[in-house]
């Protein structure tokens, strides 16, 4: 599909045409049920339908909380028939991040399942006008609120036409993002953007339409919705769908649908690693795809399930730069051969290891980075390629700092992604580390900025800076506070956290200072803290550790048992 066909189609066109090939063949498997494409076309219709007789239109958003289920992509696919963006909110998140995330999007109404009920009540006095769709797959419903399954049930599926008005520029779905920086930003995925992932695979696979992929990915995220679901709906592949991820199926799954293509991200494949595997499951894997597969277990996970080809790739959701790799080298997210790079506007630059921020020369430029240095990749912006756009974030205010100008040229225009990799000789990159007010643990990206706020309005600390820390041997990094405070009692803090954030987000390191280090611009120096993580031995601070629903303080003994992984946080 190139450029131009791609400035004109919607993903529900692209999906009309391939329902039209394809009627019979399975577009999702979830546990025992199967989804033909005809199925999923009627559905998306009986969607479509309902919301255009409530008088959904084109501009309007409609928030999404729901558990992986095929229903999930086809209530979406429903509301862009419409031209109704889809808000895909996190289902761990409650309270002050949930309501955020709706009021972000500018969420006309929200479709939740009944589960998340309780969460999406808890913040409705929050919101103003808020319309309620209670989802219950089983159709039964709650008296307070539209039960949307019975609806949709009730709903026809006679097709109409497509609103000619609707296009590739046009926004499809916000999938949520810290960025580095800041609480959780609606980044925009538009059709145009959407669609670019099939380019993206089929570059490097032909036959898209004969993979089945294993897909455990929640589907909030851009690699469960972005991922294999959109090879689904725009290139014919079949995807089987999970509730949630577990290392003890996985390869039975596998095996059971016959899958020859599997998600992954890092954390995923070393859950899997470390559980007993069954040699006499029979799977006919081939492929792997995702993020974070880290070098070290990279050769022995691809040995031990015997995996011909990994496709290990670099992107952010906001952003506009794409990497993959082809070739199975270990470790690597993608190869520009330094022949290329002239026409490939991605570059790696020198940063402020104390600020994070570029680097920038007497002449106000940005500096390119020699080779195995690190630095921040950036991806050069141009309106004219759908590829190279920065849809960005809701809001432009959010995108300013995502964006650096005269880079190399007086107006020119980079995305900065505040992610660190290096290139080797060959043009090889590798992924180093994630700068900012972002981390990544447990598969989650987890906002800096948002615990602090969640800390500061809990607790009566002066000061807080919170930053992940690694623990060797560990897939991302895992939550930390500094904190300054006269008052050394950490008494119902983790209930209160807890009850605040999602679990991944919960602090599990807590460490009393007299004061925290900040920049001569009085930037927090995390980095420094960051650094120092939370090793008692090198420490003279006191540091806590999360246990069940309170702070112990972190002793030799215990320190060794979370480095050794005798005990997991």
């Known amino acids: 599909m190139n450029n131009a066909s791609k400035e004109n189609i919607s993903v529900y066109k692209k999906f009309s045409s391939l329902a039209t090939m394809y009627t ?14 005809s199925d999923v076309q009627n559905f998306v219709n009986k969607v479509a339908n309902y919301f255009k007789k409530q008088g959904y239109k084109k501009g309007d958003c409609v928030g999404l909380i729901l558990e992986n289920c095929p ?6 696919l429903g509301l862009s028939k419409l031209g109704v963006a889809t808000a895909l909110i996190n289902t761990n998140l409650v309270k002050h991040s949930l309501a955020h995330c709706i009021k972000v999007a500018n969420c006309k109404a929200v479709i939740f399942g009944s589960n998340f009920r309780q969460a999406v009540e808890d913040v409705v006095s929050e919101l103003d006008n808020l319309v309620l769709y209670d989802y219950n797959r089983d159709g039964i419903g709650c008296m ?18 497509v609103y000619d008005n609707i296009a590739g520029n046009d926004v499809l779905l916000y999938i949520y993002t810290s960025g580095t920086t800041g609480l959780p930003k609606a980044a925009v995925v538009t059709n145009a953007r959407y669609l670019t992932f099939l ?33 689904t709906l725009t290139g014919g592949a079949t995807t089987v769908l999970k509730k949630k991820f577990s290392a003890t199926s996985y390869w039975k799954d596998c095996a059971k649908y016959k899958c020859n293509m599997a998600q992954y991200i890092g954390e995923m494949c070393r859950y899997i690693l ?7 499951i029979k799977h006919n894997v081939k ?15 691809v040995e031990k399930f015997k995996i011909e080809k990994v496709y290990e790739f670099y992107g952010a959701t906001e952003g506009n730069i ?89 107006g020119d225009q980079y ?14 990159f590798y992924f180093k580390d994630r700068l900012g007010d972002t981390f990544r643990w447990k598969g989650e990206n987890v906002s800096t900025v948002e615990v602090e706020d969640v800390l500061y309005k809990v607790a009566n600390f002066s000061q807080i800076s919170v930053y992940g820390v690694e623990i060797p041997g560990t897939e991302g990094r895992i939550g930390m506070a500094a904190i300054v405070t006269n008052n050394n009692s950490l008494v119902n803090l983790a209930k209160d956290l807890k009850a605040n954030l999602p679990s991944y987000a919960v602090p599990a390191f807590i460490r009393i200072v007299d004061s925290i280090p900040i920049t001569a611009t009085f930037k927090l120096k995390k980095m420094e803290l960051q650094k120092e993580g939370f090793n008692v031995n090198a420490i003279k601070d006191k540091i806590y550790v999360l246990k069940s629903d309170e702070y112990i303080l972190l002793t030799e003994e215990i320190y060794n048992d979370i480095i050794n992984h005798k005990l997991r946080l």
């Open 24 to 37: 019979r063949k399975t577009a999702f498997h979830y546990e025992e049920e199967v989804w033909t494409f």
């Open 274 to 280: 470390s559980t007993p595997y069954d040699e006499t």
């Open 415 to 428: 995305f900065n992604s505040g992610d660190v990799l290096f290139s080797d000789e060959l043009g090889y």
């Open 71 to 76: 229903d999930y992509p086809c209530i979406w």
């Open 322 to 410: 794409q990497l993959v790799n082809v070739d199975n080298k270990i470790g690597s997210v993608g190869c520009i051969p330094f022949w290329l790079r002239s026409f490939t506007p991605i570059f790696l630059v020198k940063y402020d290891k104390a600020t994070g921020e570029a680097i920038r020369d007497s002449n106000g430029r940005c500096i390119k980075c020699d080779t195995n240095e690190a630095g921040l990749i950036i991806g050069k912006i141009d309106t004219k390629v759908a590829v190279n756009r920065f849809t960005g974030y809701l809001g432009s205010e959010a995108n300013q700092n995502k964006v650096l100008s005269d880079v190399f040229e007086v």
């Open 287 to 301: 492929y792997i795809i995702g993020n974070g597969l880290q070098q070290s277990i990279w050769k022995t996970y």
């Open 144 to 161: 307070k609120h539209t039960n949307l399954k019975f609806e949709i049930s009730n709903s026809s599926g006679a097709d109409f036409p």
């Open 199 to 231: 380019c993206f695979v089929q570059a490097v696979l032909s036959k898209i339409d004969e993979l089945i992929i294993y897909s455990p990915m929640p589907l909030y995220h851009a690699s469960g919705s972005s991922g294999s679901v959109s090879l």
